[in-house]
Protein backbone atom coordinates (compact mmCIF):
# COMPACT_ATOMS: atom_id res chain seq x y z
CA UNK A 1 0.00 0.00 0.00
CA UNK A 2 2.90 2.18 0.99
CA UNK A 3 4.52 1.83 -2.27
CA UNK A 4 0.97 2.82 -4.15
CA UNK A 5 0.68 5.78 -1.98
CA UNK A 6 4.52 6.99 -2.65
CA UNK A 7 4.02 6.12 -6.23
CA UNK A 8 0.42 8.10 -6.63
CA UNK A 9 2.44 11.36 -5.24
CA UNK A 10 0.84 11.25 -1.98
CA UNK A 11 2.10 11.57 1.59
CA UNK A 12 -0.12 10.63 4.61
CA UNK A 13 -0.54 12.14 7.91
CA UNK A 14 0.62 9.81 10.49
CA UNK A 15 -2.68 9.38 11.57
CA UNK A 16 -3.95 8.40 7.96
CA UNK A 17 -0.72 6.28 7.53
CA UNK A 18 -1.99 4.45 10.51
CA UNK A 19 -5.50 3.49 9.14
CA UNK A 20 -4.21 2.99 6.44
CA UNK A 21 -1.88 0.27 8.04
CA UNK A 22 -5.01 -1.50 9.79
CA UNK A 23 -6.83 -1.02 6.59
CA UNK A 24 -4.22 -3.34 4.87
CA UNK A 25 -3.92 -6.02 7.78
CA UNK A 26 -7.29 -6.71 8.27
CA UNK A 27 -7.77 -7.39 4.60
CA UNK A 28 -4.40 -9.72 5.13
CA UNK A 29 -6.79 -11.56 8.00
CA UNK A 30 -9.57 -11.78 5.42
CA UNK A 31 -7.51 -12.82 3.19
CA UNK A 32 -5.86 -15.82 4.87
CA UNK A 33 -9.30 -16.53 6.59
CA UNK A 34 -10.60 -17.59 3.40
CA UNK A 35 -7.42 -19.14 2.20
CA UNK A 36 -6.63 -16.99 -0.76
CA UNK A 37 -3.10 -15.65 -0.02
CA UNK A 38 -1.93 -18.31 -2.82
CA UNK A 39 -5.08 -17.80 -5.16
CA UNK A 40 -3.96 -15.63 -7.64
CA UNK A 41 -7.04 -14.09 -9.37
CA UNK A 42 -7.96 -13.07 -5.40
CA UNK A 43 -4.10 -11.36 -5.01
CA UNK A 44 -4.92 -9.14 -8.42
CA UNK A 45 -8.15 -8.42 -7.13
CA UNK A 46 -6.82 -7.23 -3.60
CA UNK A 47 -4.35 -5.28 -5.66
CA UNK A 48 -6.88 -3.68 -7.98
CA UNK A 49 -9.09 -2.42 -4.96
CA UNK A 50 -5.66 -1.07 -3.40
CA UNK A 51 -5.13 0.96 -6.59
CA UNK A 52 -8.64 2.07 -6.70
CA UNK A 53 -8.54 3.39 -2.78
CA UNK A 54 -5.59 5.37 -3.85
CA UNK A 55 -6.95 7.09 -6.80
CA UNK A 56 -10.12 8.00 -4.43
CA UNK A 57 -7.98 9.18 -1.63
CA UNK A 58 -5.82 11.21 -4.07
CA UNK A 59 -9.54 12.67 -5.82
CA UNK A 60 -10.70 13.61 -2.32
CA UNK A 61 -7.58 14.78 -1.02
CA UNK A 62 -7.70 17.31 -4.30
CA UNK A 63 -11.49 18.14 -3.49
CA UNK A 64 -10.53 19.21 0.17
CA UNK A 65 -7.35 21.24 -0.93
CA UNK A 66 -5.05 18.86 0.87
CA UNK A 67 -3.30 17.45 -1.98
CA UNK A 68 -0.60 15.20 -2.15
CA UNK A 69 -1.38 15.47 1.68
CA UNK A 70 -3.49 12.08 2.90
CA UNK A 71 -5.40 12.80 5.82
CA UNK A 72 -7.79 11.15 8.04
CA UNK A 73 -10.73 12.48 5.78
CA UNK A 74 -9.50 11.71 3.17
CA UNK A 75 -8.75 8.34 4.07
CA UNK A 76 -12.43 7.82 5.62
CA UNK A 77 -13.87 9.17 2.56
CA UNK A 78 -12.46 6.83 0.22
CA UNK A 79 -13.09 4.04 2.56
CA UNK A 80 -17.11 4.62 2.31
CA UNK A 81 -16.48 5.18 -1.77
CA UNK A 82 -14.26 1.64 -2.10
CA UNK A 83 -16.45 -0.28 0.88
CA UNK A 84 -17.63 -3.29 0.01
CA UNK A 85 -14.68 -3.99 -1.63
CA UNK A 86 -12.65 -6.79 -1.29
CA UNK A 87 -10.92 -8.03 0.86
CA UNK A 88 -10.42 -4.50 2.66
CA UNK A 89 -14.20 -4.30 3.96
Known amino acids: MRRSVSRAGLSPTAASDQMLVKFVAMGVRRMQ ?11 QLAEINIRRIVQIM ?18 LDAQRK ?6 FC
Not at 33 to 43: G, P, Q, R
Not at 59 to 75: C, L, R, W
Open 82 to 87: LCPAWP
Open 33 to 43: ASNALELEDKI
Open 58 to 75: AKAAMTSGTFPVIDQDAF
